[in-house]
């Protein structure tokens, strides 16, 4: 096994992205930049160096995206290591299919609940819009005048308010573990949002939005793996809730590096 070939080819900033194993790495770049064949590198480069496999934890933005690096890692520990022994046990996704992976792990009840993307999340609320588990019916969303004037007929006010209201709830959902927030919603507010959320878990679901800070707040996983997180550019609210997740993995055995885009090259 030839070590120097990891980082062949590579820039000197990539090289040092692909060797900084001993502390939290944050890498910031452009499209194109080479990102995914770095982190593609630096998994290779940690397993080498006596990494197990299973203690790599690869969370990208996309289901394509995972799919994309999952045969990219196989294909050069193939051609560096010689073989793949292990890797299956590396996990490679979506942050929300990893959480439900490690929740289900820990807790049995939750083994036939999955996670809604925001599509599904809203053919669900169509389910639920006239009763009144999912928490509409009872709120301002429902019943505000000038919003139901600006949506006219009744199939378009029906597709709005679904839209309207799913995307209040993933704000509330998502600042539901900080106080700063939370301590200003009044009792309406927070109704709604219990209603939602238990008509959710009663039909075994949970949506993205509220999944993650529920996972954090209700896992008992003793964390030591590495972990690289991947997401397209911070604008995105999703990759909010990422570059939250992995900066609190603030433990003596987790090591973190964090991969986004904007306008540097790297």
């Known amino acids: 096994m030839n070590l120097e070939e990891i980082t062949e080819g590579l820039t000197p900033a990539q090289e040092s992205a692909v060797k900084t194993v001993d502390k939290d790495l944050e890498i910031v770049a452009c499209a ?35 799919a994309e690096m999952e045969e990219r890692i196989y294909r050069f520990g193939e051609k560096i290591l010689g073989n793949t022994v292990g890797f299956a046990g590396m996990f490679i996704g979506t942050i929300d299919a990893f959480c439900l992976k490690m929740l289900q792990d ?55 308010k679904i839209s309207v209201y799913t995307g209040l709830m993933a704000i509330l959902n ?15 507010t927070l109704s709604c949002l219990n209603a939602y959320n238990q008509c959710l878990r009663d039909n075994k679901y949970f949506d993205f939005s ?25 604008r995105y609210p999703s990759s909010a809730v990422l570059r939250a997740f992995a900066f609190s993995l603030t433990l003596p055995l987790v090591n973190v590096s964090f991969i986004s885009s904007t306008e540097t090259e790297l």
């Not at 389910?127 to 007929?153: C, H, M, P, T």
């Open 106 to 160: 820990q807790k049995e009840e939750y083994a036939k609940f999955s996670v809604l993307d925001e599509i599904q999340t809203k053919i669900f609320l169509q389910r639920y819009e006239k009763k009144e588990q999912s928490g509409i019916r009872e709120s301002l969303v429902d019943r505000a005048g000038n919003l139901n004037d600006f949506w006219r007929s009744n199939t378009e006010k029906f597709g709005k």
């Open 210 to 234: 509220g999944f993650i800070n529920f996972f954090w707040a209700s896992s008992q996983y003793s964390w030591a793996a590495c972990f690289i997180f991947v997401t397209p550019t911070f």
């Open 174 to 188: 998502s600042s539901w573990y900080d106080r700063r927030y939370r301590n200003k919603w009044d009792e309406e």
């Open 32 to 66: 194109g930049a080479g990102k995914t064949k770095t982190i593609t590198r630096r998994i290779i480069y940690l397993i080498a160096n006596g990494v197990a496999p299973e203690n790599i934890v690869a969370i990208t933005f996309t289901k394509k995206a995972a």
